[in-house]
């Protein structure tokens, strides 16, 4: 079985519900929230690795890319929203959202949980890990890790940031396809261009998860928006409206 102790962080927090949303009723493993853990027991690793595997694919395209029609050639496109620090169709692309190496990928982590030498702590969690999966500390992981001096600018610093476990790894990543994160995106030309998001906060996993249960059935309808989940989006002659839907 394994354990995931919540962090007190908003994206981390979110991201370990937002695993168990993902995990829950999954054929080949049983998941069980707690106030402030989230437990994993696999049953079959093989149906785990596919279900899970697939699921990360379905998500991937209902939660981070919005479908649209283009408006020369009228063939449905995909498109990906804004907000989200991930890169696709490049070398960069992260492998839990590559197709070939989703599984593999998924298995490695698993393996490393597994491994008896665990001699790194992680930097994200501060736990003892063996094998890391993937190294650098990325904003496709933790997003607030920028290399802005302003903003901590942990990413140029000299010291060693690449530490990173295998489950902080996978639950930073996957927070992208979390249907409870609130987005607004100006999309402006140039330097106009930002994405603001909200996320809740609360220091039991229960209670976060009750909260985030009911509110993303009101984000639902807007879910294949480029601009915001929360707004419902008119376009005019001077650009986009919004009209403030719930909250
Ligand atoms: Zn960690």
Redesign the pocket.
């Known amino acids: 079985m394994v354990t995931i102790n919540v962090q007190p962080d908003v994206w981390m927090e979110n991201g370990t519900e937002n695993l168990y949303r993902l995990l829950n009723g999954l054929e080949g493993c049983s998941v069980g929230i707690e106030n402030n853990s989230l437990n994993i027991e696999i049953s079959d690793q093989e149906k785990f690795l596919r279900n899970f595997a697939n699921r990360i694919k379905q998500k991937q395209y209902e939660i981070i890319f919005v479908k649209l029609l283009d408006k020369k050639t009228h063939q449905p496109i995909k498109r990906l929203k804004p907000y989200v620090l991930q890169q696709f169709y490049l070398k960069q692309e992260d492998p839990l959202f590559k197709e070939e190496k989703r599984i593999k990928t998924i298995k490695a982590i698993l393996d490393s949980i597994k491994t008896g030498n665990k001699d790194r702590y ?6 003892k ?1 063996g094998k890391p999966v993937r190294k650098n500390l990325t904003q496709g992981v933790y997003p607030f890790v920028t290399k802005i001096k302003s903003l901590s600018g942990v990413r140029i610093l000299k010291e060693n940031y690449d530490n ?2 295998p ?2 790894y996978l639950i930073g990543t996957l927070e992208w396809l979390d249907e409870g994160i609130i987005y607004r995106c100006f999309l402006g030309s140039g330097e106009r261009t930002y994405s603001v998001i909200f996320l809740p906060f609360e220091f039991d996993l229960k209670k976060l998860h009750e909260s985030k249960r009911e509110y993303i059935e009101i984000l639902k309808p807007n879910r294949n928006s480029q601009i915001s989940n929360l707004l419902k989006i008119k376009e005019n002659n001077i650009g986009y409206e919004g009209e403030l839907q719930q909250f």
């Open positions: 992680c930097v994200i969690c501060g736990n890990f990173l476990c489950l902080c």
